[in-house]
């Protein structure tokens, strides 16, 4: 269940037609994605405040950033929570990789910029149970 994307803001993959496109037509400009897009199930972070920059999102648990499918930034500056109410509610984020070191919690739906000054450097993070503040993640 240790799922990631990268997305990059701005980025546009094309597909190939068995038809030729007339000579006169133009390219489409890459189109910016819309701030905060995040599917359902999934915690976005993003690299920019206000849902912007690159996104990174995960539908389960990564115990580190660094490996496998990564996150190339985590200096997490914006979140979106959108799990499933019946599925995940909280997530946990840790800035040490193992889920080890200081821990954060981002509440069901939570879609804002985290404050600078506070945590917002991670390595790891969990789905956790309903109530995440009692320590319990799946």
């Known amino acids: 269940m240790n799922k990631a994307r990268l997305i990059i803001s ?5 597909g190939v037609s068995a038809i030729a496109a007339p000579a006169s037509a133009q390219a489409l400009a890459p189109q910016p994605r819309a701030a905060y897009s995040c ?3 999934d915690i976005c972070v993003y690299s920019e405040s206000n849902g912007k920059g690159t ?14 499918v990564t996150c190339n930034f985590s200096t997490v ?5 959108n799990g499933r109410y019946e599925d995940y509610r909280h997530v946990k984020f840790y800035s040490k990789a193992g889920y080890a070191g200081k821990n954060r919690v981002l509440g069901w739906h939570f879609k804002g910029n985290l404050p600078s000054g506070s945590l917002r450097t991670f390595h790891s993070h ?6 995440a503040h009692d320590g319990y993640c799946r």
């Open 10 to 14: 701005g980025t546009v993959i094309a």
């Open 39 to 41: 599917a359902e199930g």
């Open 55 to 68: 996104r990174c999102a995960w539908s389960g648990d990564d115990s580190n950033w660094g490996t496998g």
């Open 77 to 81: 500056k914006s979140a979106f929570n």
């Open 126 to 131: 969990k789905w956790c149970s309903i109530e």
